[in-house]
C-alpha cells in the first residue's frame, strides 16, 4: 500500500492511496482510493472515489458502494486502514458477483480531490430509470432536502442529472443515491443505483447560470438539450461529455 498524499484541507483532509487486491483469475489488480474525511469524521462518513485502469466503471461503483456499507458499520472509529484492507481482501469476491457490471467502458467514475466552499457544479449520468415516476420524486426530494438545483434532463435514453450547490451538499446527495433503493431491477425488486457516473464537476465560475430551482425537463432533440446547456454557460461540458453519449 502506498499512500500517495495527505492534504490539509479547510474541511477536512484528503488521503490518496494506491493499493493493489486480488482480482479475478488471480490477477493483481491497481487501485487508486481517495478518502475525504470530514472535520466530524470518523462520526460521519468519508467520501469515497475510486479509480482504476483494469477496471470498468460499472465495476468501480460497485466497489465504491460496498466500501460505503463497510464505512457505515464502522461508523465512531477510525476506519481508513480497515477499508482498505477490507478491499484487498474481498475484492475478488466482489468482482464475481453477478450484480457487479461487466461492460466495457473504463471506470472514469471520480470526485476531484479538491474541496472548497461555496457553489458548485456537478453533472451526473444514469444508464437507466425503470421505476422511472418513483425515481424522480426521490431525486426531487433530495435536490430540496439539500438546497441543490439544476436539472433532471431527459433526451431519449439518455438520463442525466446536473446539481449546484454546497459542495458538501452534493457529496451527501451522491452518497443518498449510490447507497439508497431507489430503483427496481428487472425483476422489480427494489435496488441501489449501481450504474451512476460522475462525468464533470467544478466550482461555479462567472460564466455559469446560477439556477434557482431543481425542475425536471424532457427534450426532443439534442440540439434542445444543447441550448441548455448553453444558456447554463456550460456548452464546453456539453461537447465534451454528453455528446459523446449520443454517439
Known amino acids: 500500500m502506498i499512500i500517495l498524499g495527505c492534504l490539509p484541507e479547510t474541511d477536512g483532509t484528503i488521503f490518496r492511496i494506491h493499493t493493489k487486491a486480488e482480482g479475478?483469475?488471480?490477477?493483481?489488480?491497481?487501485?487508486?482510493?481517495?478518502?475525504?474525511?470530514?472535520?466530524?469524521?470518523?462520526?460521519?462518513?468519508?467520501?469515497?472515489?475510486?479509480?482504476?485502469?483494469?477496471?470498468?466503471?460499472?465495476?468501480?461503483?460497485?466497489i465504491q458502494e460496498k466500501l460505503l456499507e463497510q464505512a457505515e458499520k464502522l461508523l465512531s472509529e477510525p476506519m481508513v486502514h480497515e477499508l482498505v484492507l477490507w478491499i484487498q481482501q474481498n475484492l475478488r469476491h466482489i468482482l464475481n458477483q453477478p450484480e457487479t457490471g461487466n461492460g466495457s467502458e473504463?471506470?472514469?467514475?471520480?470526485?476531484s480531490t479538491t474541496v472548497d466552499d461555496g457553489l458548485w457544479i456537478t453533472l451526473l449520468h444514469l444508464d437507466h430509470m425503470r421505476a422511472r415516476t418513483k425515481y424522480i420524486k426521490t431525486v426531487e426530494k433530495w435536490a430540496s432536502d439539500l438546497s441543490l438545483t439544476g436539472r433532471l434532463m431527459f433526451l431519449g435514453k439518455i438520463i442525466l442529472?446536473?446539481?449546484?450547490?454546497e459542495r458538501?451538499?452534493?457529496?451527501?446527495?451522491?452518497?443518498?443515491?449510490?447507497?439508497?433503493?431507489?430503483?427496481?431491477?428487472?425483476s422489480g425488486k427494489k435496488c441501489k443505483e449501481k450504474m451512476i457516473s460522475v462525468l464533470f464537476e467544478t466550482k461555479v465560475q462567472t460564466e455559469h447560470k446560477r439556477f434557482l430551482a431543481f425542475e425536471v425537463k424532457?427534450?426532443?432533440?439534442?440540439?434542445?438539450?444543447?441550448?441548455?446547456?448553453?444558456?447554463?454557460?456550460?456548452?464546453?461540458i456539453f461537447s465534451e461529455f454528453v455528446l459523446g453519449l449520443v454517439k
Not at 473504463?106 to 470526485?111: A, D, G, H, P
Open 24 to 62: 479475478l483469475l488471480n490477477a493483481d489488480i491497481s487501485l487508486e482510493l481517495v478518502f475525504h474525511l470530514p472535520i466530524s469524521y470518523p462520526l460521519c462518513l468519508p467520501g469515497i472515489s475510486i479509480n482504476s485502469k483494469h477496471l470498468t466503471r460499472a465495476q468501480c461503483v460497485t
Open 106 to 111: 473504463k471506470c472514469t467514475f471520480s470526485m
Open 161 to 165: 442529472i446536473l446539481l449546484q450547490g
Open 168 to 186: 458538501n451538499n452534493i457529496k451527501e446527495y451522491l452518497i443518498l443515491q449510490k447507497t439508497s433503493k431507489v430503483d427496481v431491477d428487472s
Open 218 to 236: 424532457e427534450y426532443s432533440a439534442l440540439d434542445e438539450l444543447q441550448k441548455e446547456f448553453e444558456i447554463a454557460g456550460l456548452k464546453k
